[in-house]
């Protein structure tokens, strides 16, 4: 934000205006429409903005109004942090300097008439989001082991100039069953994969389409997982922090909670579903489905039904559960399934490849069912062939 000298208000005769005025100071939250609006005004709408003006990231916030309002615990400075972190700071700034802290920009956009407090939670459930600007993205592995991020538009397609490595090197050529959370709960979307041995790794994501070179760290203290396969991640028990999920050979699906710092409670290892039924599924992935905000679990059986289980939100899956995401057996063509929301709608859909390589998008209905009348192609051609898995 610019600050600039304030000026004493004058509430001499134009009683109205002083009336807006008041409001105006009382004014204390804000939706994120309205910091969208404040972003476009402040830096036409570039949430990583740093032009050498000494102000940062969407909302231009000064160096040290970041630092003095807590920012440094999601970043350094607020153009390295995501938009929502960016909101929830500039949410703070509102209700300590007031709408003047931004003292264009809020009268042209109106940020004192709007007292709503923004409402984020699809936004922090996407898992898929790599680079950190609150749309859901695809990344997989190609065959020379090299890890590549594509940027989701935020319209169920993704960029057609992307195509980044999320690693510096092609050292994933021996990691299996990646999937993606935030693992260590600093908002940012990590990766987690097993080695060949059975070993449980973690790579921190740096929320700007990179995991940290530095990291690849233990989950698990032993080589436990070799038995685990068809990993999950989400927040299956809902303390707030990632947890990993996973098949047994005999077909129990079992739950591993996270501590939140990126390793796993080793005292875990729940059943999330009361006997072996999951045998018979493959294709296993987790998403709030139905809206509930709780995390529910997809996936294939050996015809091609695609059914989805609901989460009761404590570590469990509801018994009763097993329905219909699809009228037919139509996904038997359909691998790589990966879960998210991917056309910025709030709801969950299903996104995978076909065996022709082509990657289409299932749009969720939120109720558990997909859009019958979608199917859209996410990539213009079928260049998806190359890459398995994508991490789920
Ligand atoms: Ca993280
Ligand atoms: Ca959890
Ligand atoms: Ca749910
Ligand atoms: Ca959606």
Request: aromatic fraction near 10%.
């Amino acid at each position: 934000m610019r600050r600039r000298i304030r000026h004493p208000l004058a509430c001499l005769s134009l009683a109205a205006m002083c009336t807006a005025l008041l409001t105006a100071q009382d004014a204390s939250a804000a939706s994120i429409e309205t910091w969208e609006k404040m972003a476009q005004c402040e830096a036409s709408g570039n949430w990583a903005a740093n032009t050498g003006n000494g102000h940062y990231g969407g909302l231009q916030f000064a160096a040290s109004t970041w630092v003095g309002f807590g920012g440094t615990v999601y970043a350094s400075r607020a153009d390295l942090a995501t938009k929502y972190q960016q909101i929830e700071i500039a949410e703070k700034v509102l209700k300590g300097q007031g709408p003047g802290a931004w003292p264009d920009c809020s009268v042209i956009v109106g940020l004192a008439k709007d007292t709503s407090s923004p409402v984020y939670p699809t936004v922090k459930r996407l898992r898929l989001d790599f680079n950190g600007d609150g749309k859901a993205d695809v990344a997989g592995k190609l065959s020379d082991g090299n890890l590549l991020l594509w940027t989701g538009n935020g319209n169920g397609t993704l960029n057609t100039q992307s195509g980044y490595s999320l690693w510096p090197n092609n050292g994933f050529g021996q990691v299996s069953d990646l999937v993606a959370a935030d693992f260590n709960g600093d908002g940012k979307t990590d990766v987690a994969g097993k080695l060949s041995d059975g070993t449980l790794l973690w790579w921190k994501g740096l929320g700007n389409g990179t995991l940290d070179p530095a990291s690849g760290w233990s989950m698990w203290p032993d080589t436990g997982f070799s038995a685990v396969s068809g990993l999950l991640a989400g927040d299956f028990n809902g303390d707030g922090k990632a947890d990993i999920a996973g098949k047994l050979s005999d077909g129990n699906l079992l739950l591993w909670t996270g501590n939140g710092d990126g390793t796993l409670n080793t005292q875990s290892g729940y059943s999330l579903w009361p006997n072996n039924g999951f045998g018979q599924v493959s294709e296993l992935v987790a998403a709030d489905f139905n809206g509930d905000g709780k995390t529910d679990v997809a996936g294939k059986l050996s015809d091609g039904t695609l059914l989805w289980w609901k989460g009761l939100g404590n570590g469990t899956l509801d018994p009763a559960s097993g329905w219909s995401m699809w009228p037919d057996n139509g996904f038997s063509q359909v691998h790589n399934l990966v879960a998210d929301d991917f056309n910025g709608d709030g709801k969950a859909d299903i996104a995978g490849k076909l065996s022709d390589g082509n990657l289409l998008l299932w749009t969720g209905n939120g109720d558990g069912t997909l859009n019958t009348n979608s199917g859209h192609g996410m990539w213009p051609d079928n260049g998806f062939n190359a890459v398995n898995p994508l991490i789920g």
